[in-house]
């Protein structure tokens, strides 16, 4: 009987990371590969990703949840109703092992699920600290929830052990997000340039805005400081792309669809979802990613470009040097901003990256022995 892999992704930039790992595992002898996909794939407004996961070979099943929240209530609610569409998921595909990455809501109720329904859980990412979002709290739920842990580097694992899970458990693979950046898309920038009428030169910055759920600036204030701050460079072009469906997420795609709108001199695009392909060729055109998302901490680095990190969403990150941190407001993003322009970040180091990391990942899921997964977990005490 081949080992059943149910690989669950809830967004385009999760896919966008699982998606070679997928592709590995489906050409091993012995693997079937399914994908459950729930959340924002199933939201028309933010670039139907449902067809990039068919493009990469693979025919989704779908667990159902609601999308756009404009308050927690709404997000706890839909993380029931995903929880029920993936139990159903599971039930119908009866898998050996459930797959997950990172720390939205939804996979943690996906986790849950699996473990009321006794099958083990692989965690790609656990042990990272955000502290400007309430993921932090689900990816560490998540670990509790997992049977075997693929983390990034050795701080997060030795984290994720902290945690009470056992060293044999947890795997150090580096991050997969990194492999993709240096992987060649078959895209040129030109092309780029043709798909989404947009000009990367002679200087464009990427900014993608994520509502920091923890923070007490409202996501209205934010994007506006953010928009105010754009508007000091208007030599710049600006290719933005929507922010996940987190409460306030709402918020953010009015403002800065109204921004593109206003927009007279043809220097603003707005894309809801660039796809894993077109992201890493975007990265090859801009001179800088603004905003707060983890791509910006752990992918951006190694391509060579700056990164401009806003608020208190990703604190506590593990952060490469080419990262400039500012505080939400117009004059401390303004000035960060400049100051990426001015950098010269080729060669840097980017301390998430591992030789071989979607091979580890793939390995790991195919080849540990399912009486491992199985084992009921001891919580293991640091001494």
């Excluded at 400007?132 to 994720?160: I, M, P, Q």
């Excluded at 923890?214 to 290719?239: K, M, Q, T, W």
């Amino acid at each position: 009987m081949p080992r059943k892999i149910l690989i669950a992704t809830s967004t385009r930039a999760d896919w966008g990371l699982l998606s070679p790992v997928a592709r590995m595992l489906a050409d091993m002898a012995g693997i079937e590969v399914k994908v459950m996909a729930t959340n924002m794939h199933l939201d028309p407004v933010r670039g139907n990703t449902l067809d990039e996961i068919r493009g990469d070979g693979f025919e989704p099943v779908a667990a159902y949840m609601p999308t756009g929240y404009a308050t927690g209530a709404d997000a706890a609610r839909a993380m029931a109703d995903g929880a029920r569409s993936a139990a159903d998921v599971i039930e119908g595909e009866s898998p050996d092992i459930v797959v997950v990455l990172g720390d939205r809501f939804e996979i943690l109720g996906i986790a849950a699920v699996a473990n009321v329904m006794r099958v083990p859980v692989v965690h790609i990412s656990g042990g990272e600290v955000t502290e400007g979002a309430f993921d932090d709290n689900f990816r560490h739920a998540v670990t509790k929830l997992s049977a075997l842990h693929l983390v990034s580097t050795a701080d997060y694992r030795r984290r994720v052990i902290q945690l009470g899970e056992e060293p044999d458990r947890v795997i150090d693979t580096g991050a997969l997000g990194v492999a993709n950046v240096m992987e060649d898309t078959g895209l040129t920038v030109g092309e780029l340039e043709a798909d989404i009428d947009f000009h990367f030169f002679p200087v464009s910055l990427l900014v993608t805005l994520h509502p920091a759920t923890l923070s007490d600036i409202p996501a209205r204030e934010s994007v506006s400081h953010l928009l105010a701050a754009l508007d000091r460079f208007p030599d710049i072009n600006l290719l933005f792309t929507y922010p996940n469906n987190d409460p306030e997420g709402e918020e953010i795609i009015r403002a800065i669809d109204a921004y593109a709108a206003a927009d007279r001199a043809g220097r603003v695009r707005v894309v809801p979802s660039l796809g894993r392909r077109r992201y890493h060729t975007a990265l090859r055109g801009v001179s800088a990613v603004v905003g707060n998302s983890s791509s910006g901490i752990m992918e951006v680095p190694s391509a060579g470009i700056p990164t401009v990190d806003i608020g208190i969403r990703q604190r506590g990150r593990l952060s490469p040097a080419s990262v400039i941190h500012c505080d939400d407001s117009a004059d401390a993003i303004a000035a960060a901003i400049a100051r990426a322009l001015e950098t010269d970040c080729s060669g840097m180091a980017n301390p998430y990256y591992k030789p071989d990391t979607v091979k580890l990942i793939a390995d790991a899921i195919a080849y540990t022995p399912m009486k491992l997964l199985r084992r009921p977990k001891r919580f293991y005490d640091l001494s």
